[in-house]
């Protein structure tokens, strides 16, 4: 049914407005919950490159997160949490078990890069649909797949490191394909590429990369033994937990 429903909001989407088109990208099936194995491969300008292994907990269509770093073993042990909320500021957290703290990340710190990714703290926060404007652009193609294309822009409450994104939506699935980034000055940042998979009813994100054009350094992410649907439990997204690595 829920297939069904996607290949009838596609048909429908022929003249449908950036907004319109956001909303259905917005309410799209998501797991109820989500475990996996993460490997980020940073490399620099030089081609110098550094991987870490991570395990990742999430609920609610990532909205709550808890991220633990396994390797390389100066970075076990560190973890981060993520509490998303509607009404006000998100909270951050990471535990830096070699300072024994926990480190909190206030809202004016979202554009600083996650543990020197190109990844900033806000990329790893979901795209509130209110809190933007979306103008339609012209579809296009992108690796064979038909896409939307709209500009996205944060409205100033948001206070985003960013003034706009270009992103390019699968028309089937509506699953983000790529995007452009662009700072406060209007220049192009990041330009960012996604890969999904099929579970269940799901489109689930096995592969994000990420290209800082303006250092020249990128961010490869992959997601391993995918989980969903398990039945993670609320409880574990607290910050005590942060501090306790999980057995597998």
């Excluded at 949490?81 to 957290?93: A, Q, S, T, V």
């Excluded at 926060?125 to 996205?152: F, K, P, Q, S, W």
């Excluded at 509506?174 to 995007?179: A, D």
């Excluded at 490869?220 to 609320?234: H, M, P, Q, R, Y």
Aim: with cysteine; net charge positive; proline share 3%.
């Amino acid at each position: 049914m829920r297939i069904l429903l996607l290949l009838i909001m596609s048909s429908l989407a022929v003249g449908q407005s950036g907004q319109e088109i956001a909303k259905w990208v917005d309410e799209k099936p998501s797991p109820k919950d989500m475990s996996n194995t993460t490997k980020m491969i940073l490399t620099n300008s030089k081609g110098k490159t550094r991987i870490n292994i991570m395990t990742s907990r999430s609920i609610d269509g990532n909205k709550k997160q808890i991220i633990w770093f396994m390797e390389p073993k100066d970075d076990r042990g560190v973890a981060f949490l993520k509490i998303e909320h509607n009404n006000k500021d998100d909270e951050m957290r990471m535990w830096l078990p070699a300072f024994k703290k926990v480190r909190r990340i206030s809202s004016k710190k979202k554009g600083d890069a996650f543990m020197g990714s190109d990844l900033s703290y806000e990329d790893l926060t979901n795209r509130e649909l209110d809190e933007h404007d979306y103008t339609r652009l012209d579809d296009a193609t992108v690796d064979g797949i038909d896409c939307y294309v709209l500009e996205i822009v944060p409205k100033p409450a948001l206070r985003s490191s960013y003034s706009k994104h270009v992103s390019w939506i699968a028309k089937n699935g509506f699953y983000g394909v790529k995007e452009m980034s662009y700072n406060k000055r209007g220049e192009l940042k990041k330009e960012k590429e996604f890969s999904y998979q099929r579970m269940k009813d799901y489109y689930v994100i096995e592969r994000v990369f990420v290209e800082d054009v303006q250092k020249n350094h990128t961010t490869e992410v992959t997601f391993d033994k995918i989980n969903v649907d398990s039945g993670l439990k609320a409880s574990l997204f607290q910050e005590k937990n942060l501090k306790r690595l999980p057995k597998d």
